[in-house]
């Protein structure tokens, strides 16, 4: 599935507190690192709804990545373990419904660790094009059978009804 | 109720579903003669007479009401949905395989070969040495024979056509149902897209005493003899009551069995197993990544039919991964 040019489509959800701001700092630093994550703030890692990833990877996200305060440091005391709690949920849930385990990922960086975001980033988008594109939504695409079957019906119904009124 | 009324047209259909619904239907008891009052009953597959051709000769809207149960799974029901919702005014998901899928779209997470090995194969009641499956075409002397085609996915009726109402429970419980007939007769329906029903949790109807949840084990029912008295999910049972929308009166609860979410998602939320999982996951009483991998894989190894038992094909990911 994979190759070389394949530019996954990945969203980051991160904290406002420590991994956006790090992101920032990447930013003023001027640090390299691939455009492939779409950012989205939120206000702490414990607002990530698990909702968000699954939304994300139905819409065509190829991965996710989610970032907030190292343990112990959250701005709300202590909501980023429930994160972390939530986070281990969601991967044994999307292990049962053959999600890639290296798709989804929490990272925890410091508003200080502008380096080590850029870091994360690069070697997570790199996974992700090891991978290749997810394309969710085909799991549920019938094929042409469908369209047939559908034809066949309507035109043997439309049928009876002629020679029937 | 309409004494010389013209009395309006109800048709009642069954698509993927167990029957359960046709039942709880008549729950409503001898409110069903209420009903036969007001509406002439032009099609009920399980109960009466009414033939798919008289529908498809009427006028499009003609019939006022249509109460339609079961996911979308064959080709058929696909072209019965758009046939019905053609032919209704008001179109209703009744039941939860109608509105997000139910027990039938676990099979989402297998495909259609597999659905057909476990069901014309494997089943330990099943005499099938020639390995017969069905065909969607089988040639007779006298012609060709026709089946449905059985699709890979499951789809909900509101992932097929539009939906006007949503009557949630597996099944409706027969005062919820008296309540949607009421509402449709007094014309005091909510807006188009809403569930029918309330806006509260199980756990509101639910008497035990809450507490502080904090779990350090998930016990499966069979594991441990819960209290009556304290919340079941802080005993550490797997209790959906949290994330699902009262209109049983927390039946389950009661007889010290845990809520299995069979009401499904209140309003607001658009993915019931991940909401549920999350707060489930949110009181896990560690902070050591180990330990909470450890606790949920050991208390939960079935995620799916635990937190999606009814209500997978509505969800975000709707099946498992084919590739």
Redesign the interface.
């Known amino acids: ?1 994979s190759n070389e040019n394949f530019e996954p489509k990945i969203v980051g959800f991160m904290c406002n507190w420590c991994s956006y701001r790090a992101a920032d700092l990447a930013g003023s630093a001027r640090i390299k690192y691939p455009p492939n994550v779409r950012i989205i703030r939120v206000m702490c890692s414990g607002r990530m ?3 968000f ?3 994300s ?2 819409l065509g996200a190829d991965g996710v990545m989610l970032a907030g305060c190292h ?1 112990g440091e959250c701005h709300y005391i ?1 909501q980023n ?2 994160a ?3 986070y ?3 991967k ?2 999307l292990e ?4 890639e385990d290296e798709r989804v990922r929490l990272f925890w960086r410091s508003a200080a660790e502008g380096e080590q975001l850029a870091e994360a980033i690069t070697e997570f988008v790199g996974d992700i094009k090891k991978l290749g594109p ?3 939504t ?3 695409e ?1 094929g042409d ?2 369209l047939e ?2 034809e ?3 035109k ?2 439309e049928e ?2 002629e020679v ?2 | 109720m309409s004494e010389g009324k013209a009395k309006g047209k109800l048709a009642i259909y069954w698509a993927a579903s167990c029957g359960g619904c046709e039942i709880a239907l008549l729950g409503i008891d001898d409110k069903i003669l209420a009903v036969d009052e007001n509406f002439d009953i032009v099609l009920w597959p399980c109960a009466a007479d009414g033939k ?2 008289d529908v ?2 009427m006028a499009d809207g003609e019939i006022d009401v249509c109460l339609f149960n079961g996911g979308i799974r064959t ?2 029901q ?2 019965m949905a758009q046939l019905l919702r053609k032919k209704s005014k008001v179109l209703v998901a009744f039941g939860s395989c109608a509105s997000e899928g139910c027990i039938p779209g676990l099979g989402n ?1 297998d495909s259609k070969e597999s659905c057909f090995k476990t069901v014309y194969h494997d089943s330990p009641s099943i005499d099938n040495p020639e390995g017969v499956v069905p065909q ?1 075409e089988t040639e007779m002397p006298e012609g060709t024979l ?1 089946l ?2 059985y ?3 499951l ?1 909900t009726l509101n992932q097929t056509v539009k939906v006007d109402y949503f009557l949630p429970g597996c099944p409706p419980e027969a005062d919820r149902i008296w309540d949607a007939i009421v509402a449709i007769l007094e014309a005091k329906l909510p807006e188009p897209g809403a569930v029918i029903g309330t806006d509260t949790t199980v756990c509101d109807d639910c008497p035990r005493t809450r507490e502080e949840k904090k779990i350090k084990k998930f016990y499966r029912t069979w594991e441990i003899q819960p209290n009556m008295d304290e919340c079941l999910l802080e005993q550490g049972l797997l209790c959906a009551g949290i994330a699902t929308r009262a209109g049983c009166g927390a039946l389950c609860p009661q007889v010290n069995s845990p809520c299995i979410g069979c009401y499904g998602a209140n309003n607001g939320v ?2 019931y ?3 549920l ?2 707060a ?3 009181v ?1 009483d ?2 050591d ?1 180990e330990e ?2 450890a606790i ?2 050991d208390g ?1 190894p ?3 039919g635990s ?1 999606y038992r009814f209500s997978l094909a509505q ?9």
């Open positions: 599935m709804d698990p909702s990833v699954a939304k990877l139905s343990p202590d373990y429930k972390m709690r939530r281990h949920m969601l044994h849930m049962a419904l053959g999600v997810l394309k969710w085909d799991n549920w019938e059978e469908r079957a559908l066949a019906i309507v043997e119904h009876a009804m029937n009124s | 798919v051709k498809e000769k080709s058929e696909e072209y997470m969607t026709h449905p085609v699709y890979d996915t789809k658009e993915d197993g991940m909401q999982s999350s489930v996951a949110s896990i560690s902070d990544p909470i991998d949920i894989k939960i079935d995620p799916v937190f969800s975000f990911l709707r099946r498992k991964n084919k590739a």
